[in-house]
Nanobody, 127 residues
Framework: QVQLVESGGGLVQAGGSLRVSCAAS????????MGWFRQAPGKAREFVAA????????AYADSVKGRATISRDGFKNTVALRLNTLTPEDTAVYYC????????????????????WGQGTQVTVSS
C-alpha cells in the first residue's frame, strides 16, 4: 500500500502565496503520476494540477493556470504545489493523489484516475 502525506496548509491572506507538499511512502514500486485536487465545503473534489511520473508533463486547471506551479523531486514521489495571488475562492482542503502512469493523452483531471490519496491539508484564504 502507498501512503501520501500532505503538509504546508494553513491560513493565508488574500493576495498571498502558499506551498503545499506531498510525500509518498510505503510499498512504492515505481514513479507515479502525481496530482493535486481540492474540495471546498459543499462542492465536488476538483482538479488543480498534475505532473507526470518523470516530470516532463504538467497540467493545470483553468482556475489556477498562470498562478500555480507544480514540481517534483526528479523520479521521487514527492511533489509540491505553489499557488500565488490567492483569493478566498482558493479556500479548500487540498489533496495529493498518485496513480500508475498513464499516457498524457489520457489527461490528469479525473478523480477516478488516481489510486492513492492523502488525507488532505486545509488551506484557508482570508479576505
Amino acid at each position: 500500500q502507498v501512503q501520501l502525506v500532505e503538509s504546508g496548509g494553513g491560513l493565508v491572506q488574500a493576495g498571498g502565496s502558499l506551498r503545499v507538499s506531498c510525500a509518498a511512502s510505503g510499498r512504492i514500486e515505481r514513479s507515479y503520476d502525481m496530482g493535486w485536487f481540492r474540495q471546498a465545503p459543499g462542492k465536488a473534489r476538483e482538479f488543480v494540477a498534475a505532473i507526470s511520473w518523470g516530470g516532463s508533463n504538467t497540467a493545470y486547471a483553468d482556475s489556477v493556470k498562470g498562478r500555480a506551479t507544480i514540481s517534483r523531486d526528479g523520479f521521487k514521489n514527492t511533489v509540491a504545489l505553489r499557488l500565488n495571488t490567492l483569493t478566498p475562492e482558493d479556500t479548500a482542503v487540498y489533496y495529493c493523489a498518485a496513480r500508475n502512469p498513464l499516457r498524457p493523452e489520457s489527461g490528469y483531471e479525473r478523480v477516478d484516475q488516481y489510486e492513492y490519496w492523502g488525507q488532505g491539508t486545509q488551506v484557508t484564504v482570508s479576505s
